[in-house]
């Protein structure tokens, strides 16, 4: 069977050896140095000032929306615009604080929202948490500058885009932060882990008092002290004291050792995936029971998974038939419209449409696409591409 996902880690033996070995030799697996040190490595990867490691992805996007609220960037009852298209703990976040989530609708040539949609929307927004979807943009660089002009705060979900790049820019450099997951089917795994980005110190502060209680033990020595010294904290208390709404969203150093190791292969991960995307490309491309993707603008795309777009609901029912008969296993492209799910419906009154997230939601599957495919792998998947 070609799996979604293949393996716990690339080069996974010797990854379980590594931290078997760790384990035993560590007296503290709580988290501490090795977690520090992913950050460090990651927010240098990444190209970005900071980046906060924490539990999972989920629990990235929880605690950056309660850090832009802490913050005073966000107030409840503010508009926030999302992708219709995405998953579910990305637009659960702004129900649970009291924001107002606003569906846009994705493009189909795409898979996200684009300028065109975002101007339907933009007027009636306080920020934008767009979702990148697996490894595409739109003219995202055209998105922050209609955010920038709107005074729209501009956030993204790039949990399913590591590595993928426009005009030389990574995406999730685009706004004032960005989440990832390390989740085992994501493109680097920690088996379970998330990261926020952000070159704002104010916003880094609070992220890192977001992830723990909301005490100030991993703040610079500078920064505990005009705290401690605005609340007329002694040493004594210093370490019980907690400055703003928080819960503990910390990973462990099992996930930050195994994130050094597995950060070492970010090329060859970003690499392979890319490579392998341009032939299943190239296999849609020659198939016009699909509809074609308009990706030329991207200089990179790195994506978890192959998206299948078919023209009609039969023609999705044939190729998906076709695939789980080859043995390869598909599922649905993310989770469909938002506004459709049950959870959605249930705490938010939304009367609007999203006719190409319906259409993705319908027509569409995808399959693995992960740097251990092999060559013989790849083949087949584009041959189920045919006509």
């Known amino acids: 069977m070609i799996r979604l996902i293949k393996s716990t880690f690339i080069h996974e033996q010797e990854t379980k050896e590594a931290l078997a070995e760790f384990i035993l030799n560590e007296s503290i697996l709580s988290m501490g140095e090795q977690c520090r040190k992913f950050e460090i490595a990651f927010a240098a990867k990444q190209q970005t000032k900071h980046a906060v490691y924490v539990g999972n992805g989920s629990v990235a996007n929880l605690l950056l929306i309660q ?19 995405t998953w579910p703990t990305n637009v659960m976040p702004l129900i649970q604080l009291g924001l107002v989530p606003v569906a846009i609708d994705c493009e189909i040539e795409t898979l996200n929202i684009s300028p065109r949609k975002l101007e339907e929307k933009i007027g009636t927004l306080r920020a934008l948490f767009l979702t990148n979807v697996l490894g595409f943009c739109d003219e995202i660089e055209q998105i922050k500058d209609m955010c920038t002009k709107n005074e729209v705060i501009f956030l993204e979900d790039n949990c399913e885009s590591l590595g993928s790049q426009i005009n030389g820019k990574l995406l999730g450099n685009f706004g004032l932060a960005s989440t990832f997951s390390f989740f085992v089917g994501h493109h680097m795994s920690t088996i379970e882990g998330g990261m926020v980005c952000t070159s704002d110190d104010h916003l880094h502060e609070y992220l890192v008092m977001g992830r723990a209680h909301g005490w100030d033990r991993n703040l610079a020595p500078s920064t505990q002290a005009t705290l401690r010294g605005d609340a007329g904290i002694t040493e004594f208390y210093a370490k019980y004291t907690f400055y703003d709404l928080a819960s503990n969203f910390r990973p462990t150093e099992i996930n ?68 789980s008969d080859a043995n390869v296993e598909i599922r649905p492209v993310i989770a469909g419209n938002m506004t459709k799910q049950p959870f959605y419906k249930k705490y938010v009154q939304d009367e609007s449409t999203q006719p190409n997230s319906d259409l993705i939601h319908a027509n569409g599957f995808y399959f693995g696409n992960n740097p251990e495919l092999t060559d013989f792998e790849v083949v087949t998947l584009c041959e189920l591409l045919k006509k």
């Open 256 to 323: 930050g050792f195994i994130g050094n190791t597995q950060i070492a292969y970010w090329d060859h991960i970003v690499g392979k995936r890319a490579e392998n995307f341009a032939a299943f490309e190239a296999a849609i491309r020659l198939n016009d029971d699909f509809y074609q993707y308009e990706l030329k603008h991207m200089d990179v795309i790195s994506n978890f998974s192959m998206p299948v777009i078919c023209k009609t609901p039969e023609l999705a029912e044939k190729y998906r038939t076709r695939f």
């Open 67 to 85: 850090s832009m609220m802490n913050t005073g960037y966000l107030s409840p009852g503010d508009r926030v615009g999302f992708s219709a298209l």
